[in-house]
C-alpha cells in the first residue's frame, strides 16, 4: 500500500509563493498522523485551474497513472481535486472500483469506502445531473441563436445551400433550381423515391430520405 497526497495552487504567484501549498500539505500530514499513515509521495500542481480534469494535469495524470489497489490519497479539499461534479463524481467511482482510498479533508475522510461515501456520492450525483443538465441547455441556446443566424451546425450540408467563408449557409442556385423542381414533383403526386430518381438522372446524388429532408427544409425555409 502506497499513501499519496495532492494539492493544487491555482495561479502561478501562489505557486510562488508557496504559503497556500505549505498550508495544505502541513493539513495533510497533520491528518495522515492522526490516522497512522505516511506519505510516500507529494503530488502537489502549480498554477493549474480548478476546472481543468484532473487526468489532463501533469501531477493529477501522473498520480492516476500509478495508483494501484490498496492505495490511498489524500487531499486537503475537494475542489483542490476537483471544480466539478460530473469529473469528481467519474473519478471517484474509477477508484471505489480499483479498492483506492480518497480522503477528502474538508470532507471527513474516506470518500469511497466508509460511512460518508453513500452521502457524497448522493450529493456529487445531484449536482452532477444539473451539470449536465446546465450544458444541455448552453448547447441548445448555442444552437438556436446560430440557427436563427443562418449559420451551419455541422452534419451533412443541407441540400440548396452551400457554407460560406463566415460559416453561414447561402443559396446554392443549381440546387435552389432543383429543390423547386422536387417541390413541383411532389405537388404532381410523386412519390419521393421517383422524385429522387429524377434528380439522379439531372445529375444530383441524392436519395429518397434526402428528398424528404430537402423538402421538409424548404417547408420551415417557407
Request: proline share 3%.
Amino acid at each position: 500500500m502506497a499513501v499519496y497526497s495532492y494539492t493544487r495552487v491555482s495561479t502561478t504567484a501562489q505557486a510562488e509563493e508557496g504559503e497556500s501549498l505549505g498550508a495544505q500539505q502541513r493539513r495533510v500530514e497533520g491528518y495522515a498522523m492522526q490516522h497512522d499513515l505516511t506519505v510516500d509521495r507529494h503530488f502537489v500542481e502549480r498554477g493549474v485551474s480548478g476546472p481543468v480534469p484532473l487526468v489532463e494535469r501533469p501531477e493529477g495524470k501522473t498520480l492516476l497513472a500509478i495508483l494501484r489497489p490498496g492505495d490511498v490519497i489524500i487531499t486537503p479539499k475537494l475542489d483542490r481535486m476537483f471544480r466539478s461534479a460530473l469529473n469528481a463524481l467519474g473519478v471517484l467511482e474509477g477508484l471505489k472500483q480499483q479498492g483506492i482510498s480518497l480522503h477528502m479533508i474538508d470532507l471527513g475522510g474516506d470518500v469511497t469506502g466508509n460511512g460518508i461515501s453513500k452521502l457524497v456520492f448522493t450529493i456529487l450525483s445531484a449536482v452532477a445531473e444539473a451539470e449536465r443538465d446546465r450544458i444541455r441547455e448552453r448547447i441548445a441556446d448555442v444552437k438556436r441563436d446560430q440557427k436563427t443566424r443562418g449559420r451551419f451546425l455541422g452534419g451533412s450540408r443541407p441540400f440548396g445551400w452551400q457554407i460560406a467563408a463566415d460559416g453561414s449557409l447561402e443559396p446554392l442556385e443549381s440546387e435552389r433550381k432543383a429543390l423547386l423542381a422536387m417541390r413541383r414533383m411532389q405537388k404532381a403526386g410523386k412519390s419521393l423515391r421517383a422524385i429522387a430518381t429524377a434528380m439522379q438522372e439531372r445529375g444530383f446524388a441524392i436519395s429518397h430520405q434526402g428528398v424528404k429532408k430537402a423538402l421538409a427544409r424548404v417547408g420551415e425555409d417557407a
